[in-house]
């Protein structure tokens, strides 16, 4: 006689062992971690073109300022 309630154990069973063992397969993405990699690059390369156009506009401004005439780098003499 068919039992169905030993066959329907039996297929979720064998189902739930399919899934898990996919999971456990899967390895890492080689694409992913280019795509990471070069965000990461672009990200930390941004950051230190702006940390350079920072310093850049410093020197400029102090530049400007000394060529107007409105500071001066001569030491005073004690």
Same mark, same amino acid.
């Given at each position: 006689?068919?039992?169905?309630? =030993?066959?329907?154990?039996?297929v979720s069973k064998e189902m739930a062992g399919?899934?898990? %063992?996919?999971?456990?397969? +899967?390895?890492? =993405? ?13 990200? %930390?390369?941004?950051?230190? +073109? ?11 401004a102090f530049y400007d300022l000394l060529e ?6 001569v030491v005073a003499e004690e």
């Amino acid at each position: 006689m068919f039992d169905w309630f =030993s066959e329907q154990s039996r297929v979720s069973k064998e189902m739930a062992g399919h899934k898990i %063992a996919h999971a456990t397969l +899967k390895g890492p =993405s080689v694409v992913k971690e280019l795509v990471n990699g070069l965000a990461l690059w672009l990200a %930390a390369g941004g950051l230190w +073109k702006m940390h350079h156009w920072n310093e850049q506009r410093k020197t400029r401004a102090f530049y400007d300022l000394l060529e107007k005439g409105y500071i001066g780098v001569v030491v005073a003499e004690e």
